[in-house]
């Protein structure tokens, strides 16, 4: 039996191995959108100049993605000109609320571009001809999109053209599913995005065995507003509508059973608005003896697939999110459950970046559970009350994440958990909220790790984003990662004989011989 439950865990280190590509230290960490002073935008508009987006109505057969063209023509081409997508079309200065920059002028854009391109992207002759041709994926984000041109770089950005609107058929179409573990190991919960309030229709999942008879779950609905962001850019140029996010909870599942399901609203004039099919398998009986295969990692973030958000000067901000995203859809059918623990869009700020990164990981996440964890890029803001003093989620103090993405927590604003698959029982922590002894969420992790049956649940995991172990990777002196609360926690390691501990954050890939008090 033990060289079978050996077999297990190497699984799960094979996985991590093969499928995160780790980010080096020479990242440029700098959210793109961030590089852009539009609050600094003058209107510059050129009567000469112009952008033409074809086609301009996209999702005609169902799709939630689709790529469109711009033409672009500019009489005086400059080597920094660049393109943004803009999403609602109309974002001048009109639509800035007096909490965008409270006591001074409006300024006259005061909402960033969803992403951008330099015009001279794929066009290396545009100084010379002012013509250029550039591609864009556009997701259904509930909005219209327009596409603008800029001269002055980034920094100084003059406005010169607008586009005609391009937009979805059905922009508040239901899309970008995500499973994760409900509270019981029989339960799965199915959370998405849509446009629609419930005062515009009734959200459930339709859902049941492959090829019978379906039955229909009803879902709660979540959002939030500006006021709920605890700083900039999130409440400030980087806000934007998120729309509405439901959950609902399949309950009562048979172990290892292969489901349909689909996300449906019930407009009230009766008519029904449907997402396309998809599938999941329901997670093993606790303590099953059987091959279970999980993925974890960190940091992974967005990218743009047409190349969007690269500077003249700049790397891809996330170079390895779409290499792991598309290694894992294709490792998709020897994979059980995903745990992403940490610093999981680093859209810092920016809201619209959250719909793409969920756009990104929806062939995945729509599939099998997609469990998270927060990390700084999530929550921390200061004087706010995370743990860390900084402000590394660009305001949004934790509302994104516990908003779009379910976990069985028992108050999602303190992100630590337990969930039960297989044979492994999972005590996720949060390392944005104080875990030293004594603490409310240390308290939890002793409970968590207590509760863990070994004889059903051999495997004992534990996982946060920072450090908590022992790092050479990283910190200078060798020795130690996140130091708050680590001599106390290790003490429940070695009391409940903790197997594996996983951490994000480093962004690099480390493991450990077994280790205790530096030895």
Same mark, same amino acid.
């Given at each position: ?52 987006? #074809? ?323 999530? *929550? ?31 108050? *999602? ?26 603490? #409310?969420?240390?308290?939890?992790? #002793? ?18 984003? *920072? ?53």
């Amino acid at each position: 039996m033990k060289s079978f439950l050996s077999l297990k865990v190497s699984l799960i280190l094979l996985l991590l191995v093969h499928c995160v590509v780790v980010h080096g230290d020479g990242i440029d960490d700098v959210q793109p959108l961030s590089k852009i002073a539009i609050h600094r935008a003058l209107f510059a508009f050129h009567v000469n100049a112009s952008l033409k987006a #074809e086609p301009v109505l996209l999702g005609t057969k169902g799709e939630d993605f689709q790529w469109i063209t711009v033409a672009l023509e500019c009489p005086d081409p400059l080597e920094d000109d660049w393109v943004a997508v803009f999403s609602p079309a109309k974002f001048n200065s009109s639509t800035c609320p007096p909490v965008v920059f409270p006591g001074q002028d409006a300024p006259h854009l005061c909402s960033a571009p969803i992403k951008y391109k330099f015009a001279n992207d794929s066009n290396a002759e545009y100084t010379k001809t002012g013509k250029a041709s550039l591609k864009f994926r556009l997701i259904n984000q509930r909005a219209d999109f327009s596409i603008a041109l800029f001269s002055g770089g980034l920094s100084n950005p003059k406005l010169l053209a607008v586009s005609n609107t391009v937009t979805f058929t059905n922009p508040k179409a239901p899309v970008y599913p995500r499973l994760s573990q409900g509270k019981s190991w029989n339960e799965m919960a199915v959370t998405w995005t849509s446009g629609y309030n419930i005062i515009d229709a009734v959200p459930f999942v339709e859902w049941g065995f492959k090829g019978e008879s379906q039955t229909q779950s009803p879902a709660g609905t979540l959002t939030f507003h500006r006021e709920a962001m605890c700083g900039p850019p999130a409440r400030t140029i980087g806000w934007r509508d998120p729309g509405y996010i439901h959950t609902s909870f399949l309950k009562d599942l048979w172990p290892n059973s292969l489901y349909t399901y689909k996300l449906g609203h019930r407009l009230f004039n009766g008519s029904y608005i449907w997402s396309k099919s998809y599938y999941f398998k329901s997670s093993p009986y606790p303590g099953q003896d059987s091959l279970q295969r999980v993925v974890i990692f960190g940091d992974m973030g967005k990218a743009e697939r047409d190349g969007s958000n690269d500077s003249n000067e700049d790397t891809n901000y996330q170079p390895g999110s779409l290499n792991t995203t598309d290694q894992l859809i294709k490792d998709l059918d020897n994979i059980d459950i995903i745990f992403h623990i940490g610093d999981i869009t680093y859209a810092n700020g920016y809201i619209s970046q959250w719909d793409q990164f969920t756009s990104q990981v929806e062939p995945i996440a729509s599939t099998i559970p997609y469990m998270i964890a927060s990390g700084n890029h999530e *929550r921390d803001v200061p004087g706010t009350g995370s743990f860390f003093e900084t402000n590394d989620s660009g305001g949004e103090c934790g509302v994104l994440a516990e908003t779009m993405f379910y976990v069985p927590a028992e108050n *999602r604003a303190k992100f630590w958990y337990s969930t039960d698959y297989g044979m492994f029982h999972f005590c996720i922590a949060d390392s944005e909220h104080d875990w030293r002894e004594g603490s #409310e969420q240390y308290k939890f992790i #002793e409970k968590c790790l207590a509760s863990a049956d070994r004889q059903k649940q051999p495997w004992l995991i534990f996982a946060a984003h *920072r450090v908590l172990g022992y790092s050479s990777a990283y910190w200078k002196d060798g020795s130690f990662g996140e130091s708050m609360g680590k001599d106390s926690l290790q003490k429940l390691w070695q009391k409940y004989k903790v197997d594996i501990a996983f951490y994000g954050h480093v962004h690099n890939y480390e493991r450990t011989c077994p280790i205790y008090q530096a030895r």
